[in-house]
Each structure stands twice: as C-alpha cells, then as structure tokens.
C-alpha cells in the first residue's frame, strides 16, 4: 500500500518569504505525483503533477516541485509567497488508480 | 464547462436516516472516486470505480455504499449515517491515470 508524509502541519509566513512543503511517500512501483491546493471554503484545485520526464515541474502561480526519486520525496517550493496562497496544501500519489494524500499542510501568510 | 457537480453541498440529517449524495461529471471519465476530509487526515479514498458497474471499496468503505450504473454518475449511500460520518466529501473523475477533478464538496452533519 501507499502512503504519503507531509512534514509540516501548519507553516506561518510573511509575505515575499519562500516557502518550501516536504512531501515523502511509500510506494515501490511507477507513481504520479500531485499537489493540489485548497483555499478557504474552496474544493481542491491541482497545482501540479509529475509523470515522468524533467524531474521539476513547474505549475500555477509561481509554484514548482521537484521529484527526487532515490528519496521518495516531492516537495513544493515558492520563491515568494504572496497573502492570496494562504490555503491548505495537499501532497498526493497514485499508481495506476488509486490516488492516496497526505494529512495536508495549511499555509497562512501573513501581510 | 467541465465540471463534476455535487448535490447537496449542505446536509443536516439524524442518525440512522437514510440518504444518498449526488455527484456527476460531464467529462466521459472513466475513473470516480469519493473522499472524506478530516481535520489533520487529509483525504481518505470511501470507494472508487473504474468505469460502468465496476465499484471497489478505497481506504474508508465501512457505512458506506455506491453504485455506477451511469458513466457520468457516481452516487454515495449512507444506509444509517452515524455522527462519526460527519465529514466533507469530495467526489472526483479522472481519465485513467490522469489528474483528478474535484467537486465543490458536500458537508455532512449527522446529529
């Protein structure tokens, strides 16, 4: 089975700081990779994903992740937050059909 | 628009009192799934089906049932919801083995 860690609970920011969200996952096999974000009262939106290919993709709004295969990892990165990214973000992996998340990372940013 | 619509998006009900959630998605996917969303849990799988009439139970299935006997359409069925079913839910649709598209959410309270 699959599983994914994400390493912070609750990240405080200023605006303009960079933001880095660690993502490690479980899984031997051939995965896709995702990170979707949720903002308040909203419904999930993808902000990027990985298949295969450049190992560091980029999304929307200024993010970018970068999938480290001998670690398992896939973390998140933004060189400059902005108060609107205030959300919760959700790392995510799936095989062929079965998409698993991790617990989630809410992101407050402070103006 | 493509889009995966959720009804009711608000539901207040009593234990043990029947009730099914609506989700469709006009997109031809192939791929549906429900989720529920915890605080500090992240997304956890209920069900999910592969196409018409081919349904399996994801992380969470207990109290729960589903059917697709529609493409489009993927319903959630508390028989006898029970206050630890209150929760936010997500149905989502994806081609095979590509990005999830998520509905808007429905939240559940069960008193």
């Known amino acids: 089975a699959q599983s994914v860690s994400q390493h912070n609970h609750h990240v405080i920011l200023s605006e303009a700081a960079s933001l880095e969200l660690g993502c490690n996952y479980s899984?031997?096999?051939?995965?896709?990779l995702f990170w979707y974000v949720q903002y308040p009262g909203q419904h999930l939106q993808l902000l990027l994903k990985?298949?295969?290919?450049?190992?560091l993709v980029k999304g929307i709004k200024g993010f970018e992740a970068e999938f480290i295969k001998s670690k398992f990892s896939f973390n998140l990165r933004k060189p400059s937050v902005q108060w609107s990214d205030t959300a919760e973000y959700f790392c995510?992996?799936?095989?062929?059909?079965?998409?698993?998340f991790g617990a989630g990372t809410t992101v407050t940013v402070r103006a | 628009e493509a889009q995966v619509t959720q009804n009711p998006r608000y539901l207040i009900t009593v234990t043990g009192k029947k009730l099914t959630v609506t989700c469709s998605q006009n997109?031809?996917?192939?791929?549906m799934s429900w989720y529920r969303q915890d605080p500090g849990l992240g997304l956890r799988q209920i069900y999910y089906?592969?196409?018409?009439?081919?349904?399996d139970k994801g992380d969470v299935p207990e109290g729960y049932k589903v059917s697709r006997k529609e493409k489009r359409n993927f319903p959630l069925i508390l028989e006898s919801p029970s206050p630890n079913q209150t929760s936010l839910y997500f149905c989502?649709?994806?081609?095979?083995?590509?990005?999830?598209?998520f509905g808007p959410g429905t939240r559940l309270t069960v008193l």
């Open positions: 989502a649709s994806s081609s095979y083995g590509d990005t999830q598209y």
């Open positions: 899984y031997g096999g051939t995965v896709n």
């Open positions: 990985y298949f295969s290919g450049d190992p």
């Open positions: 995510a992996v799936s095989n062929d059909y079965k998409l698993s």
């Open positions: 997109m031809n996917h192939e791929y």
């Open positions: 089906s592969m196409n018409v009439e081919v349904t």
